[in-house]
Each structure stands twice: as C-alpha cells, then as structure tokens.
C-alpha cells in the first residue's frame, strides 16, 4: 500500500471521528478570523488590495500567506509546483488520501490511469447517462411546481450532480438517500461550524457536548457510501467504467499502490470534488439567471434550437451550446465554488519580497484575480459575453482559475461543463424559477464558496408556446 494511506480508512472510535472534524491544525480553522460577516471575500480582496497582493497572516507556530497576483499562481501552480504541495489537514475524513491530497511520483501513479475515464471520447458515452439523471430530476421538479413549495437550490443541484456521478462514473444508481449523504458531507466543508458542532462554551472553559454522536454519524455515513456503491447492482451493466479500472487496478499484483483502501478514497474523492463544485455552479447559474431574464430567455432559445425535441443531446451539439457554456463560466469567475488553494511549501522562496520558509502555508486567492479590475473590466458586473468566442485570447494568464491551474488542475472540468451544459439548457426550458431569497447572497466560505443560509426558489411550470 502506499507510504501514506494506512490511515485513510480505518475504523476508528466515535470520539476520533469527531476529533478528526474541526482539527485545531487545520488551516481552515486558522483562516476562520477573515470569513466573518456578510462579506468575507470583500475583507479578503480589500487586504490584498492594500497589501500590493500579498497578505502574510502570523499564527503562533506558523506563516500563512495569502496570495493574489496571477505570478504568484505561475509560480506556485507551474513554475516551483513541486516545491509547493498540497495541505488538506483537517480534511482527511473526507478525502482520505486520493488523488486531489498526495503530491509527487504518487500523485503520479494514481492519476495516470484515471486519465483514460475523463476524456472526451469517454464523455460522449456518458451523455445517456447524465440524460437519465437530468430527467428524473426534471420529474421530481414537476412535483415540486405543483406543490409550489419553496426549497434550497444547492442541496436539489447537489442531489443531480451524485446522480450523474455515480451513473456515468460508476455504472450505478446511487444506493442510499443521496439528501443524508448531502447532510453528513455539510458536516465536513462547513468547516467553520466544527467548532461548534463539538464544543460548547460553558462557564469560563470549553466542554464537550454530546453532537459529538452526530459528527461521529456523519463521518460514519460517509465511510460507508463507496462500500455501498460496489455492492449495489451495475446499472447497465458497462464493461468499462471507472469503477471497473479500480478493480482492475487493485486486482494488478504489479500495482501496489491500488489496493481496496486507494479505491474507497478515490469514489469519496468524486462523491465530494464531483459533486459539490458542480452543484454550486449549476445553483449559481440557476440564480444568475432569474436575475437577468433577457440571458435566461437566450439560454432557453439555445436549448430549444439546438436540442429541440431529441432525447438527449449529442456531443457536437454540446459544443455548440456556446451561449450555455458563457453563463456558466462567468457564474464560475463570479462564484468560484474552490474560492482558494492551499499548498505548503517544502523549501525556502521569496514571493513579492515576503520569504517563504519550509512548512509555511500559502493560499491562491482565486476568487481575488476574479474579481480584480486589473483583470476583468467591471468585475461586478455579470457578463456571459467575457466568454464569447475570441475574448480567451485577450486574457491574462492565470486571471481565470475556476479549475486551477498546471500538472494538479481539475480532472473532471470538461465533464463538469458538460453536466451543467445539458442540465441548464433543458431544466430552464421546462421551468421557470422564482427566486424567493435574499439579494445579494451573503457568501458562507468554507472550504467552497457558498450561498450563506442558501439559494431559496420556488419553481413553475412555463407556459408552452402556441
Ligand atoms: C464546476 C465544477 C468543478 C470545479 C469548479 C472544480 C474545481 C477544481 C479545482 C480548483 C481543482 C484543483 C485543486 C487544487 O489545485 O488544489 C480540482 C481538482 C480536482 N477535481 Fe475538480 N472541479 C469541478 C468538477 C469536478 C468533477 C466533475 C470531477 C470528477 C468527476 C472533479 C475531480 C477533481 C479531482 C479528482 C481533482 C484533483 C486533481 C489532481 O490533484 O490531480 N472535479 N477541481
């Protein structure tokens, strides 16, 4: 097995499963002081405004810098990658050590021949496969027309993105209640919450409080899920999915490093990196939308003259969605869901002036170079056309980084606009959706970028033309 993964995951005791949530090390809990208020990426964009793009944080035993300058992502993601590796502390429980955590010939060999599942050729066989999802989301959506009630976005995109995951990835339905597996994966990310969710003030001290159980619960409903995907029945029956590779792989004697353990923490991996980030996306877009109908309409005209009245689209139709894929990647740069990316640098550097020792932290704000005017005309603004066809060519490098950037960018990006593609255009045609929330959304950071108190609607059916 690897150097690494012995720990990833074992059983452990209720109290180490709570222990593991809110770990006082983890660097999320050291950033918590700047995710305060309604506005935390203001105060994060304001500090690194007036500190010229650098802004050196002090804990007690060690540096944290935030970074916000598109060199500093050359440097970092491309130029010194291998001197600067990835920091997931605090995040172990959720990502075991897959894919996205280790670093170096490793990384290599786990990455290598996943490569082969996330490929265009490959995602144009997904495609009946993420239809199926979309459909039956688009019946539960008809329930909910009628019942008028409102409910949270997110959770509902969230709930679509497992479906498509684990149909197109692993040949399967999902087998539990994908809406428990949404709570037990908030436990995680709400990473601001752990705290809370173990401790209660009491008197002068800090005692423990009994929601250990439920964090414990959580954790153990998490661990549970990649277990109860291979034992569930194939959906179709394919040959060749990404969980058939993992069983290869750990079937291969001359492959060490995949054994049964590697695989589990590859599915939690996409359960979460799959899922999460795409269902943000797809709730942003869905928001961006009714609040400017004029894009809503063209994204509905788009549907309706490219797919009309087929099955499911087709690859090339897909590509020639263009005005779907703009609203989409402008969501992105509005609302990255990985706001920041954390690495530790492994030897000394100096960056803008400041010098970068060994074991410090430094954090790519990618929500900042979003949203900095030296990049992006009216960065505020929300304008789908920064993506038509030949603006790419006018922008700075690394100004856009919904997907990070260098060897350890996104897998799953192309498939991840692909879902949003097909899911937008053919839910917007059918529905139209009321927002019934605040405006603006206040931000929740936690490890993703989220809508604080999420994205309330209601939907309704749309009238057919005569
Ligand atoms: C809108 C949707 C998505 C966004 C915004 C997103 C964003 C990102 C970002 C920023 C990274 C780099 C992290 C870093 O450098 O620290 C990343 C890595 C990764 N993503 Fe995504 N992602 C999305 C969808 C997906 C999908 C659909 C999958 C797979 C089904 C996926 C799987 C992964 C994996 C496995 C990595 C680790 C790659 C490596 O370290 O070599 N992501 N993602």
Avoid at 144 to 159: D, I, K, N, P
Avoid at 225 to 245: C, F, H, M, Q, Y
Avoid at 305 to 328: N, Q
Wanted: net charge negative; glycine share 6%.
């Amino acid at each position: 097995m690897t150097d690494t993964a012995d720990t990833a995951s074992a059983p452990k005791s209720v109290k180490d499963h709570a222990q593991s949530l809110g770990q006082e090390h983890s660097i999320w809990f050291k950033l918590t002081p700047f995710m305060k208020g309604d506005d935390p990426m203001g105060t994060v964009n304001r500090l690194l405004k007036k500190m010229n793009g650098v802004v050196p944080i002090k804990m007690r035993d060690e540096k944290i810098f935030m970074l916000g300058k598109v060199e500093h992502f050359d440097r970092i993601f491309v130029k010194k990658v291998d001197q600067y590796h990835k920091f997931f502390s605090g995040l172990e429980p959720i990502f075991g050590k897959s894919m996205i955590t280790v670093d170096g010939a490793l990384w290599q060999n786990v990455r290598t021949p996943q490569q082969k599942s996330f490929h265009p050729k490959v995602y144009a066989e997904y495609i009946p496969h993420l239809q199926s999802a979309i459909d039956r989301k688009e019946e539960m959506w008809a329930k909910r027309a009628e019942s008028g009630e409102s409910f949270e976005m997110v959770e509902e995109t969230w709930t679509l993105a497992c479906d498509m995951i684990s149909k197109a990835l692993f040949d399967r339905e999902f087998p539990i209640n994908a809406n428990a597996v949404y709570g037990a994966v908030k436990a995680y990310t709400s990473v601001g919450n752990h705290k809370e969710l173990r401790l209660k003030k009491e008197h002068d001290g800090l005692v423990e409080v009994t929601s250990e159980e439920a964090a414990a619960g959580a954790i153990e409903a998490w661990h549970t899920v990649p277990d109860a995907i291979i034992n569930s029945d194939p959906w179709k029956g394919r040959e060749n999915t990404l969980l058939t590779l993992f069983q290869e792989l750990e079937a291969d004697p001359d492959n060490p490093t995949y054994d049964h353990e590697q695989a589990i923490d590859e599915m939690k991996q996409y359960l979460w990196a799959g899922t999460e980030t795409t269902a943000l996306t797809m709730a942003w877009c869905v928001y961006n939308l009714t609040q400017n109908p004029e894009m809503m309409e063209k994204v509905r005209a788009e549907a309706d003259e490219i797919i009309g009245d087929k099955a499911e689209p087709t690859w090339d139709d897909l590509l020639k969605m263009t005005y779907t894929r703009s609203v989409i990647q402008e969501t992105m740069r509005m609302y990255p869901p990985a706001w920041a990316l954390i690495r530790e640098a492994k030897e000394e550097d100096e960056i803008d002036g400041h010098k970068i020792m060994p074991g410090d932290k430094v954090v790519a704000c990618c929500y900042s170079v979003h949203m900095n005017e030296e990049y992006w005309s009216e960065p505020e603004k929300f304008k789908p056309e920064r993506f038509e066809k030949g603006q790419m060519k006018k922008r700075v490098k690394y100004s856009y980084m919904p997907f990070g950037a260098g060897k350890r960018a996104c897998i799953g990006g192309q498939l991840a606009m692909i879902e949003n593609t097909m899911a937008l255009g053919q839910l917007m045609r059918r529905f139209e959706p009321e927002y019934v929330g605040v405006t603006p959304v206040p931000f929740n950071i936690t490890v993703t970028l989220t809508p604080k108190g999420g994205l309330h609607f209601k939907l309704h059916e749309r009238k057919k033309k005569a």
